[in-house]
């Protein structure tokens, strides 16, 4: 089985499993930890936020972080492709009753003058825009990324406006190696950025919450706990995620440079109909409708021991990451060069 659905399904290395193994564990919620508080002070020094809360899911962390950024009634500016709004399940509605003003763009990128366009006027017919979350690298977009000056231009109209500024950061790192940019570049624009574990850099469970100030920290500390996420001994978890923020991250070059070569190749066949440019680790493509629908295509990938994802319509996924091996590329093209001969 070649699995590219995503690069959530990667297995712990074997230098991530002895990290594991030899963590001290202490309770996490009386903050006796001691892996845990070194992983949220090793992130949070990286990205230059000075509070840190690790999560157990990136989707917690991004719900935290629309919590803590805003009030009841309030809305949030986002791209009608962000995860925050596709694959959080409206959490967005029930945990912290705000209205989504979802910008529709082809990439999931919004721009600056997206934001000033979409900031409601000081009128009781409104509601109150309270804060703008981006998504870096858009899983919807392809994995394209907004580089830290694309990022700065959107965080002077928050700034002048009053606004909250997030980043969903499910694929921060892969953004940072593409653009060769540092983390501090980013981190210094943002009130909270969520940093996941558990996608390229292949530890099992985590993402952090990384927050500016002292009592947005104290309240997504808080929140955290009402959802179910105030975890106990959870060092091991967290030294993975310290074992893979060490070691792991160069590595993401290998699975950008992968995806390259699928798209390039993808390109070439003549039942691909489009490829989105590819930046990072993700392939986002049609299959043009005469050859069939994404759907038929995915389900001809998996009866040659293929797993990718069905996006809708006529498109289709695939993500490269670290438990590919270089034979399961030959093994791709033959399979994908082997469609409707
Ligand atoms: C995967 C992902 C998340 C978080 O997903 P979880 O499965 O909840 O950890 C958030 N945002 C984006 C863009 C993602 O791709």
Redesign the pocket.
């Known amino acids: 089985m070649i699995d590219l659905r995503s690069d ?1 399904l990667t297995q712990p290395t074997e230098g991530m499993k002895r990290a594991m193994y030899m963590a001290e564990l202490g309770d996490d919620v009386y903050g006796e930890d001691l892996p845990t508080k070194s992983l949220e002070a090793y992130v949070s020094a990286l990205f230059a936020l000075p509070y840190a809360v690790f999560c157990p ?6 719900q935290i972080a629309l919590g803590v950024n805003t009030r009841p009634r309030d809305e949030v500016i986002c791209a009608a492709k ?3 709004y596709c ?2 399940g409206g959490a967005w509605a029930s945990l912290s009753a705000v209205s989504l003003r979802l910008i529709a763009s082809e990439t999931g990128k919004i721009t600056a003058k997206d934001v000033q366009d979409n900031i409601n006027a000081d009128d009781v017919h409104f509601p109150r825009t309270a804060m703008v979350a981006l ?1 870096n690298t ?2 919807r977009g392809g994995g394209c990324y907004y580089t830290a000056s694309e990022v700065a231009d959107i965080q002077k109209i928050c700034q002048q406006n009053n606004l909250k500024l997030h980043v ?1 950061g ?2 921060i790192f892969n953004a940072l190696l593409a653009s060769g940019e540092s983390p501090s570049a980013h981190g210094q624009l943002l009130d909270s950025l ?1 940093v ?1 574990l ?2 390229g850099l292949g530890a099992p469970v985590g ?1 952090l919450l990384l927050l500016k100030d002292a009592a947005a920290h104290k309240e997504a500390r808080r929140m955290r706990k009402i959802l179910g996420g105030g975890m106990r001994q959870i060092g091991m978890l967290a030294a993975a995620g310290l074992y893979a923020l060490q070691n792991q991250i160069e590595r993401l070059r290998e699975d950008h440079q992968s995806a390259k070569d699928i798209a390039n190749l993808l390109q070439k066949l003549p039942f691909v109909q489009s490829v989105m440019p590819c930046y990072t680790n993700i392939v986002l493509f049609d299959i043009a409708p005469a050859y069939g629908s994404g759907k038929q295509f995915v389900d001809y990938l998996g009866s040659q021991g293929v797993k990718a994802s069905f996006i809708g319509g006529q498109q289709v996924r695939f993500v490269t990451h670290l438990n590919l091996k270089p034979a399961d590329f030959s093994v791709l093209e033959a399979v994908l060069e082997r469609f409707a001969v």
Do not use: F, L, Q, W
Request: glycine share 4%; hydrophobic share 20%.
């Open positions: 959530t899911s990136g989707t917690m962390a991004n962000s995860h925050i694959y959080e998504e858009v899983n969903d499910a694929r969520s996941c558990s996608k993402s």
